[in-house]
């Protein structure tokens, strides 16, 4: 079962909104992502969590936070977005042992609307 | 500097057809992995290469990994408009961050299959 499940499907918040976006898997992976995709453009990596620590943050804004409360749950805060974060939301994950041909499995994304 | 050039990045074809996709670098990958994706879905894993020549088979989608491992290409035998979607490749530098992978995606190709 290569499932990584998200939710909410959709979100539309304000830009004084406080909301979360949640990830689950359940395939024993230890290192878990998110990625964020505007339209028609391929998903950019936002951060990476490795054995539950933040092990990659690609200079992205603080009202973006991520969290990691163990090892299948992957979460974002987002707090004070502006329209332009607008985005589909990618949540993904692969084992934590890296050989070749480790795969990254991503989720259904969650749509983000802010108004 | 885009890391990895896909090509083409518009493809629109009748069904029955036959079209290959490109994904090309200058450095080199110990994998790579090309993904579909639905509008408004998450990228879905089709394959891992890993091997240097290797060439997949998945039905009608036929993968190979350049022997250099800089390059691949995707081949689709009398496409179907089922087809139609948002092809990705992605590749795993050699050099992994902090144990994590540093997935790169390449701009991505967008298939039309016309019946």
């Known amino acids: 079962d290569t499932e990584v499940t998200q939710t909410p499907k959709h979100l539309v918040m304000g830009m004084t909104n406080k909301k979360s976006l949640k990830c689950e898997q359940h395939m024993g992976h230890r290192a878990m992502y998110w990625y964020k995709q505007k339209a028609k453009k391929p998903p950019e990596l936002m951060f990476v969590y490795s054995y539950e620590k933040l092990s990659i943050n690609e200079s992205v804004p603080s009202r973006f936070s991520p969290e990691c409360p163990n090892s299948s749950l992957l979460n974002l805060h987002l707090h004070a977005l502006q329209p332009e974060d607008s985005a589909l939301y990618l949540c993904a994950s692969s084992q934590r042992q890296v050989l070749s041909g480790n795969t990254i499995y991503f989720g259904e994304g969650s749509w983000l609307t802010v108004v | 500097t885009q890391l990895l050039e896909q090509s083409p990045q518009f493809l629109s074809i009748q069904e029955g057809e036959n079209l290959t996709v490109y994904c090309n670098s200058s450095s080199v990958f110990s994998s790579l992995q090309w993904y579909r994706q639905e509008p408004g879905e998450g990228p879905v894993l089709l394959v891992t290469v890993v091997t240097g020549g290797e060439v997949k088979k998945l039905k009608r989608l036929t993968f190979q990994f350049g022997d250099a491992r800089k390059d691949s290409s995707l081949h689709i035998t009398a496409a179907q408009p089922g087809d139609t979607g948002l092809y990705l490749c992605?590749?795993?530098?050699?050099?992994?961050?902090?144990?994590?992978?540093?997935?790169?995606f390449g701009q991505g190709t967008r298939l039309t299959i016309n019946p």
């Open positions: 992605a590749a795993n530098p050699r050099v992994i961050i902090q144990g994590a992978q540093k997935l790169v």
